[in-house]
């Protein structure tokens, strides 16, 4: 079978039944457009001619880092001053260094070493009310995963690309949540360590 997205009322009609064009009911259909489509519904039709499941999940992905860095490049959101982001420069009484990635084992002085949406995806309130940033619902791509995957995206902080992906591979959203908590408790862990010792040393 083969689908052409072609107008504006074929690309709300997608929009309409991506629910339906995921499953594998489709799994036998080729989706095709127009050169003039949008790159993100191209992203879309692009991901619904992936049929295995993994590929097409890893191809979700990094395509949805792609199009919120791409929202955002040109654009300092966090404006660090030295290491202090622009949320904590008019915090007076204590100083916060590396911003949200402060408890990130991963970070390095050049920034994140990986790609994770849902740290793409966290703003805090001052970058929300000064930018015009992404929020997950303006990611349509995001609606060809699967429930458990979409919370997952959503919530996978503080990881590696290749942690995440095994995490929306898994089947079951229990034994990916507890991957994920206890990610996050060793994280913790080990960044205590380091800043004891680290404190410890000056
Ligand atoms: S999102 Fe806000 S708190 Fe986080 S690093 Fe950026 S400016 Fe700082
Ligand atoms: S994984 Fe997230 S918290 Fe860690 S360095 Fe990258 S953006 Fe920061």
């Not at 199009?67 to 959101?77: H, S």
């Not at 920034?111 to 994770?116: E, H, L």
């Not at 959203?173 to 994920?180: A, D, V």
């Amino acid at each position: 079978m083969f689908i052409k997205i072609s107008s504006e009322k074929d690309i709300k009609k997608l929009y309409k039944k991506l629910w339906l064009y995921k499953s594998f009911l489709y799994r036998k259909t080729f989706f095709s457009s127009n050169n003039n489509i949008d790159i993100n519904t191209k992203y879309i039709i692009d991901a619904l001619n992936i049929k295995r499941r993994r590929d097409r999940i890893t191809f979700i992905f990094d395509k949805t880092c792609e199009i919120i860095d791409a929202k955002n490049k040109g654009v300092d959101i966090c404006n660090f001053k030295g290491r202090v982001c622009l949320a904590h420069q008019c915090n007076k009484n204590k100083t916060y260094y590396d911003g949200c990635c402060r408890i990130c084992l991963y970070k390095t002085t050049k920034g994140c070493p990986t790609k994770n949406i849902a740290c793409k995806l966290y703003n805090c309130r001052m970058v929300k009310e000064t930018f015009d940033v992404y929020n997950y619902n303006d990611l349509k791509i995001l609606r060809l995963l699967s429930l458990k995957n979409r919370i997952i995206v959503r919530h996978d902080y503080f990881s590696l690309r290749e942690d995440v992906l095994k995490d929306l591979y898994s089947y079951s959203l229990i034994y990916s949540t507890i991957r994920m908590v206890s990610r996050i408790m060793k994280n913790y862990l080990k960044v205590r360590k380091i800043d004891k010792y680290e404190g410890g040393k000056k």
